[in-house]
């Protein structure tokens, strides 16, 4: 029962909480925004939104003590969902970005901060510590596990560089550091993708983990992947999952395939290996 409740925590009774604050009160009544009308709210980012999963998004402005701060509250499907918006939304290259303590994670980047937590993902606008305050207040009102999705799991924590991670499920998550046409990785057939920065020294490297539902369709894209371009693929055979793990070299090198299980090549896998890209698909 108290499962059900908290996964059924709706963004009214999440903002009912923040007005019992006696430092906030809401300057205008709350916008409400579902699937049919994201676009006139999130632009070009309401597909991706979808994609993940969205229940609903409420906009409102609130007032403290010293600013005003615009608030935009997006109820996703789950907990994985949330964190994929997250993700997508995050970005490390942007102008002033910082890494928030709120929430499960957060940044800000210029006078916007963003934080997921459970099924949300909260969008703040407005005066940086103002809106720091209003995050806080906002997480503590928020109930439920924030569960990564199982492929970003597996992403090593060592040498992580932290922000970087992405998990994508549509061709807008995918970046020009994937050796990869968007076209040709599987979306169509439910792929879930996890892709990660790694920097050892002076060296970095771009992880790619791609999960798909079975071993016949991860199959069915490797094998197209296996072209022209020199590369060295590792194909790993789990009893969970079968990863194949390929290495796209600068320098020409001769093709290589080997069995490893899925944690052996994990624990030996580091960003000192290679500094291009790296590509996991996972089965």
Known sequence: MMAAALQGQSRESVLKGVAQDPGWSPVDKPIQYDEKNIEQLAGKRAASIKHYGLIGATTQT?????ATVRVTLYEM????????FFTLERNMDQPGFAMLSVGTEGFRAGNRSVFWHAKYVVQLDGNSTAADRLARIISENIFGRSRKPPVSSHLP??????????????????GREVALDP????????VEIATADYRVGARTAHLVLLL???????????????VDAPLQMIVLSGNVSVLCLR????????????????????NRWSPGMSPVPTLCCGM
């Not at 499907?77 to 994929?84: H, N, V």
């Open 62 to 66: 609130w007032r403290g003590s010293d």
């Open 77 to 84: 499907l789950d907990a994985s969902a949330a964190y994929g």
């Open 157 to 174: 924590p060592e040498n992580l560089v932290q922000g970087s991670e992405r998990y994508v499920l549509d061709e807008t998550g995918i």
């Open 183 to 190: 076209k040709t990785v599987g979306f169509d057939d439910g």
């Open 212 to 226: 798909y539902p079975t071993q016949q369709i991860a199959k069915k894209y490797a094998d197209q992947w296996d």
């Open 247 to 266: 290495w796209c070299e600068e320098q020409r090198m001769s093709r290589l395939r080997r069995r490893f299980s899925m944690a052996s090549i994990m």
